[in-house]
């Protein structure tokens, strides 16, 4: 006796084959950059990469990390997240005991404004 597919097994395979390809086209230009990345500059001049490097060359991160500005822009870019996520964590815990009150007075008006922000982009 033959099984029917079920319509949800059929929109659950719609759904992962949806997914694997928009999986699929968000990840190939990742891929592509680093593959170009790695591959020898003729190689990508003449257009063969196109999924996996041919010839691997490491030079040009050799002479990026060789630099001493992307150091600092790496320490710059760590340091802003850890002082901003400090500060962010500390004012969120601030305003967020108050609201937790019901005897606050401004409660609505606040909880109003945050949501409104977080809405339009305060």
């Not at 990840?27 to 490097?53: C, H, K, M, T």
């Not at 002479?63 to 962010?88: E, H, P, Q």
């Amino acid at each position: 006796m033959k099984e029917k597919i079920s319509s949800n097994t059929l929109f659950y395979l719609v759904v992962y084959l949806i997914a694997i390809i928009g999986g699929i086209v968000t990840l190939y230009p990742f891929l592509y950059i680093f593959s170009v990345s790695i591959s020898d500059p003729q190689a990508v001049n003449r257009g063969e990469v196109y999924l996996w490097p041919i010839g691997l060359v490491f030079n040009s991160y050799k002479y990026v990390l060789r630099n001493k500005g992307i150091w600092m822009a790496y320490g710059n870019t760590i340091f802003y997240v850890v002082v901003g996520t400090f500060c962010s964590i500390i004012a969120t815990v601030m305003a967020a005991y108050p609201l937790s009150r019901k005897s606050f007075c401004a409660r609505k008006l606040f909880n109003f404004l945050i949501v409104f922000c977080m809405y339009f982009s305060g």
